[in-house]
């Protein structure tokens, strides 16, 4: 599995552990340390682009690239997964803006999630909250299927052609995450809309084993095997 992440000290969280329990390697590449992305993806099961801090509208040239590149996956119709930024990258190649909140809302914690129609058609139980860390949205692309909304960011999920999906929320984050994220950048948690360090721990232990459950379903459905051109996802 191509693995593409934003910092050095970055990792795969739950994702890479869920897809390690089914012994498939983790080819992981970092374009902001000047890793090179494959021209194609004949030799991966899939690609997944996680978050971090840069944003979609940076000028940096390793971010263009990474948006510029993404029309590998979505010519050869592999599976992807863009978490967060990786989300916000897949809108933005397709054409579709990303922004803050025009009130300046960010959302640091745990937040309601909806499934739409289209969403239960893909799985079938989804978690009622998931773990965010964003002050940036997108809007969904032209073509996209609304998966799941949000209230201060209604765009939470999303399904372009066969096989690409791109969800704001984070499914992978370990309980280590969250303690070096709340550390870290505890910063964040002083923006509005977000909740106070204690409010992420005490609903880590309500609302995770949902969380880990879709997660595990979703990692399942998307990527438990390869998806040919032009089969439907």
Not at 103 to 131: F, I, K
Not at 182 to 196: D, S
Request: proline share 6%; hydrophobic share 40%.
């Amino acid at each position: 599995m191509l693995i593409v992440l934003h910092q050095e000290t970055s990792t795969p969280g739950r994702v890479g552990q869920v897809l390690q329990r089914h012994d498939i390697r983790l080819d992981i590449r970092r374009p902001v340390l000047g890793d090179a992305l494959p021209e194609t993806l004949d030799e991966h099961r899939g690609a997944i682009v996680f978050g971090g801090p840069p944003s979609a509208n940076d000028a940096h040239d390793y971010i263009k690239a990474e948006i510029d590149w993404l029309k590998v996956p979505l010519a050869e119709e592999r599976p992807f997964l863009g978490i967060c930024l990786g989300a916000q990258m897949l809108a933005k190649h397709l054409g579709a803006g990303v922004a803050s909140h025009p009130e300046g809302y960010a959302e640091v914690g745990y937040y309601q999630l909806r499934v739409t129609p289209h969403g239960r058609q893909v799985l079938r139980h989804w978690p009622e909250m998931v773990y965010q860390w964003h002050r940036e949205g997108f809007d969904l692309p032209r073509g996209g299927k609304l998966l799941a909304e949000g209230d201060w960011y209604p765009n939470q999920a999303f399904q372009y052609g066969p096989a690409a999906y791109g969800v704001q929320f984070h499914a992978e984050l370990t309980l280590a995450m969250m303690h070096r994220w709340t550390t870290r950048g505890h910063e964040r948690l002083r923006l509005p809309g977000a909740q106070a360090r204690r409010a992420h721990f005490d609903g880590r232990g309500v609302y995770d084993a949902p969380i880990l459950r879709w997660l595990e379903a979703f990692l399942a459905r998307s990527f438990g095997r390869r998806v040919t051109a032009g089969e439907a996802g």
